[in-house]
């Protein structure tokens, strides 16, 4: 149920993504859905709008299931790629694709993807001790993610003007430009990772109950654990590739989506679900609400960060 509020909600604000703005009247736009546009009417809306709505919902969709996982699979409501370092890994993968290799969308693509799964692996290693605990790989990730950071500032003082602007403006969290290509990236990438989620969604909820617990219930733990983090990596590494790091779209989709669903862990498609509703309001918001265009980070960072803190306010005066 709650799924199919949010899929109606994120159509209603896909609908004003294409037709309400300040360049195209209401009218025409519709007019134009329906069959009777011009030429340039519909390569506005066929060509620049459509492509740029459903790049939005995957890599909204992709973000909310990947922290859902990892908030699932570490016990934390405040674990994901962002915390963890992965995200700022596709970004120093990305980076260093634009600056080192002046590489297009499918070279940015692989950086991105190949980051991802440096810093998860490193994560991984550095906190295996005779198993893996939650506590340990958060702590782990907060260094990796240091580091990266680190990594990704480098590559920018390193690289020239030309080079830097668009390396900066893409790890702001960007659709800019996103186009059919872009696309079909995503969508193929959900399209194998959602089914492995759905498959993979027991054995998370068996690990939620402790490591004991899962494997009296037959859970194979470390198995389940390293699957369930390369399938949050892959999530988040391809919508990083795609949009930049979206910022609190993973850690905020799947808490909203839990409230709503009322349960007592994040729900894998509610959470997606929810994210690809958070990306897609955001980036008409970005787009036409405000006086000037702004890129789809700099919103979510905005409504993420006061999330957050109302949390915390909430939390505290309890």
């Known amino acids: 149920m709650v799924v199919c509020l949010l899929l109606a909600a994120t159509g209603v604000a896909g609908m004003a993504t294409l037709c309400l703005s300040r360049d195209m009247p209401f009218g025409t736009a519709v007019q134009t859905l329906r069959g009777h546009g011009t030429r340039g009417t519909e390569y506005i809306l066929y060509t620049l709008r459509a492509p740029r709505l459903l790049c939005a919902a995957a890599v909204g969709t992709a973000l909310g299931t990947s922290g859902a996982v990892f908030q699932t699979l ?101 659709l800019n430009g996103a186009g059919w290509t872009q696309c079909a990236f995503t969508a193929a990438a959900l399209a194998i990772l959602l089914p492995a989620a759905c498959l993979l969604r027991r054995a998370l909820g068996a690990l939620e109950l402790g490591d004991d617990k899962a494997r009296s219930l037959g859970t194979r733990v470390e198995s389940t654990r390293l699957a369930a983090l390369a399938l949050g990596v892959g999530l988040a590494a391809s919508a990083t590739a795609v949009a930049g790091p979206v910022a609190f779209v993973a850690l905020s989709a799947p808490q909203l989506a839990r409230r709503l669903a009322r349960t007592g862990t994040p729900p ?31 919103v979510t960072a905005a409504l993420g960060g006061g999330y957050l803190g109302w949390t915390l306010l909430v939390a505290k005066t309890r």
């Open 268 to 298: 894998l498609l509610s959470a997606g679900a929810m994210g690809a509703f958070l990306v897609v309001t955001s980036d008409w918001a970005a787009q036409w609400a405000l006086s000037t265009p702004l890129p789809v980070g700099i």
């Open 74 to 174: 570490l016990r934390n409501p405040l674990a994901g790629p962002d915390l963890m370092g992965l995200t700022t890994g596709s970004s120093f993968g990305a980076v260093a694709a634009i600056t080192l290799c002046q590489a297009a969308l499918p070279g940015i693509a692989l950086g991105a993807v190949l980051g991802g799964l440096a810093a998860a692996a490193a994560v991984y290693g550095l906190s295996f001790r005779r198993g893996v605990s939650g506590h340990r790989i958060i702590v782990v990730g907060i260094a990796v993610n240091a580091i990266a950071t680190t990594g990704v500032n480098y590559l920018l003082t390193r690289a020239s003007v030309q080079q830097a602007q668009p390396a900066q403006l893409w790890l702001i969290g960007n």
